[in-house]
């Protein structure tokens, strides 16, 4: 195995290794990137014996990408995200702005945290050019991990071994609240059961989501369960829009109940659910960090570790 394959590897290789990884086709990469099938052919041999390693199993309807291959698909991957996000830098610096900083938040931080995160990063970096992306947690540490996202604000993850290559700190712990539309019958009500909670139907975040946990939690130290005509919702948007047009209950995290609360769109019930959900950043471990990047977290801290919160 040659250990200066990576110096024969150019730009267009890469391209050429991730047409491959998407047709798993030879003849159909060949003819998308304008070639030859043998000649395309021979570079995946040539590049394969460079590596010293089967990239893709060859099969009669196409090619199969091999472990090594997935590996070393997923880097090139990374190196085109990359690339991409260096030429909008470029485009953003010659249009007189400072940067670009691509931000996610999960269900629990975006309807709060990740909106308060944004308008600090405004503040302070006034021609840093910001995206905000809404997403579940798996996919957002995805598109972390691909070079899609620099940050990512959601439920904190303790003892997973894919998030070996980032960065992850505790920002903050809050307790879990039960929500209404603001005419609900239940609201104005000094005490609550959870037999009064249960003759309505429920809006609940995705199973294995630390809301839901507070929730079946909960419920199964009252000795109760989960009724079973629930609606499942991973959306901020659409639980709100449930629950303002109907009877329905939803449970959000305190702050994202609070916040909309103070927007006059829902009321929180006076029913305490004894669990509490935590909320961390996550970012690469890179040996290069951009400033907007650097500076971006420290927004974040400054934003959302306020002093008094409950750590």
């Given amino acids: 195995m040659g250990s200066d394959w990576t110096d024969r590897i150019r730009l267009r290789n890469l391209r050429f290794l991730l047409s491959l990884a998407q047709t798993r086709n030879l003849s159909h990469s060949a003819a998308a990137l304008h070639t030859t099938q043998p000649g395309l052919s021979k570079w995946l041999k040539d590049l394969e014996s460079d590596v010293g390693l089967t990239l893709f199993e060859r099969h009669a309807r196409g090619l199969t990408p ?12 990374r190196i085109e995200a990359q690339l991409d996000r260096a030429a909008a830098d470029m485009n953003i610096l010659r249009e007189g702005g400072a940067g670009h900083v691509a931000l996610g938040a999960s269900g629990v931080a975006a ?4 909106p308060l995160a944004v308008l600090e990063m405004a503040t302070r970096m006034p021609r840093l050019r910001i995206d905000l992306v809404e997403g579940t947690m798996d996919l957002l540490l995805n598109q972390l991990s691909q070079g899609d996202l620099d940050i990512v604000i959601g439920r904190t993850i303790e003892g997973d071994a894919s998030l070996a290559s980032f960065d992850a700190e505790l920002l903050y712990t ?3 609240d039960l929500a209404v539309r603001r005419d609900h019958p239940l609201v104005g009500r000094a005490t609550l059961s959870w037999e009064d909670v249960q003759q309505y139907r429920l809006v609940v975040w995705p199973k294995g989501s630390p809301i839901r946990k507070a929730l079946e939690t909960s419920l199964a130290e ?5 009724p079973p005509n629930y609606i499942e ?3 901020v948007i659409a639980n709100i829009a449930l629950l303002r047009n109907s009877d329905a209950i939803g449970v959000a995290s305190h702050r994202s109940a609070s916040a909309l609360e ?3 769109l829902l009321r ?6 004894r669990c509490f959900g935590s909320v961390s950043m996550y970012w690469r471990r890179d040996e290069y960090q951009p400033k907007s990047v650097e500076l971006a977290l420290d927004c974040i801290r400054h934003v959302l570790r306020a002093p008094g919160e409950l750590q």
């Fill in 111 to 114: 309807t709060e945290a990740g």
């Fill in 174 to 176: 809050e307790p879990v």
């Fill in 262 to 264: 103070d927007m006059n």
């Fill in 66 to 77: 091999t472990v090594h291959g997935q590996a070393l698909i997923e880097h090139a991957r």
């Fill in 233 to 235: 919702s991973n959306s």
């Fill in 222 to 226: 009252a000795g109760l369960s989960l």
């Fill in 268 to 273: 929180i019930l006076p029913l305490e659910l």
